[in-house]
């Protein structure tokens, strides 16, 4: 079955409506051009999704940095002209061509990490995440209710099997979850906030909150949030800037997952997950950090740039600063391994400290 005219004529609007757009200056906007469109508007993925599908949630939000969503794994092939550029821009150059390089999280290399704030004057708390998708099913948009709640059995039942002491800890659904506790595990920086429009207009929280949910370990330094953006992230957590130790615990966390859950990897993409900018290692090491002094220069941006570091605010993606701390992290996911991303940040962190005190 082709595309049907009404979602050809969306898409088309929605290229319009980009063009139209001085303000937005998304990467979807960058490499959605005519050809392209017209290469893509007719084609489908073997479960039905087409480009509206990719790119909706761009088209909605002029604000998008990215802007596309891959709603199923085949999307990042059938939909390459749009993809591969997008992805070459945002991870450092990756190319058509380029393959993401073997798994390696640094086993044996974490103690090379050493805290990078021993007296704590700048980092509040350090995080490294990663993201992975069940074998065998689609992401957001495609997935089904049975599906969510299908997939959150499994995983629960993967946690419950969990026995290292520092890991083992239990799974809270956010369907019945009391609005005190959710709001407070999100303002702690634990949870997912609810309501992310960008994931909304991606047709990404259908059924919402069912099937979503979070599993921590009593001293929540290891978290596991189950069918938000992603199948699961995996999240190691702990306050102050010991970057080997939050690493090292998150190698361990990985490896009992993936003992028991077959996740989806491609061979030249990598860890594949939802979002284009969530490839390859998939991983986002940050630090929460006070630096009064670089970052009220009008370069600090260009200096993270040049480390090649993200900036955000505290409260996660597009927010804002707050008491002029910053959340930091490794920009690119793909085509360096697990242990080269959190280097990046960690030398870039170096860094930017030691700039700050000299500032
Ligand atoms: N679609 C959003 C944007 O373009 C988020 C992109 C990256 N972040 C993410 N959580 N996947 O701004």
Known sequence: ?????????????????????????????????????????????????????VIQSGVANLDSGVGVYAPDAEAYTLFKPLFDPLIQDY?????????????????????????????????????????????????????????????????????DNITDPELAGKYFPLDGMTKEIQDQLIKDHFLFKEGDRFLQAANACRYWPKGRGIFHNNQKTFLIW????????????????????????????????????PFSRDDRLGWLTFCPSNLGTTVRASVHIRLPKISAKPDFKSIC??????????????????????????????GLTEFEAVKQMYDGIAHLIALEKAA
């Open 226 to 261: 189950c069918n938000e953006e992603d199948h699961l992230r995996i999240i190691s957590m702990q306050e102050g800037g010991n970057v080997g130790q939050v690493l090292e615990r998150l190698i361990k966390g990985v490896k009992t997952i993936e003992k028991q859950a």
């Open 1 to 53: 079955m082709s595309v049907s005219p009404d979602v050809i004529a969306k898409i088309e609007e929605g290229y319009a409506k980009l063009q139209a757009a001085p303000e937005c200056h998304s990467l979807l906007k960058k490499y959605l051009t005519k050809e392209v469109v017209d290469q893509l508007k007719d084609k489908k993925t073997k479960l039905g999704a087409n480009l509206l599908d």
């Open 305 to 334: 740039d040049g480390l090649k570091l993200q900036i955000r605010g505290i409260h996660g993606e597009h927010s804002e600063s707050e008491g002029g701390v910053y959340d930091i992290s490794n920009k690119a996911r793909l």
């Open 91 to 159: 991870h450092n150059g990756f190319a058509p061509d380029a393959k993401q390089p073997n798994t390696d999280l640094g086993e044996g290399k974490t103690s090379a990490l050493v805290d990078l704030d021993p007296e704590g004057k700048f980092i509040n708390s350090t995080r490294i995440r990663c993201g992975r998708s069940l074998q065998g099913y689609p992401f957001n948009p495609c997935l089904s209710e049975a599906n969510y709640l299908e997939m959150e059995s499994k995983v629960k039942a993967i946690f």
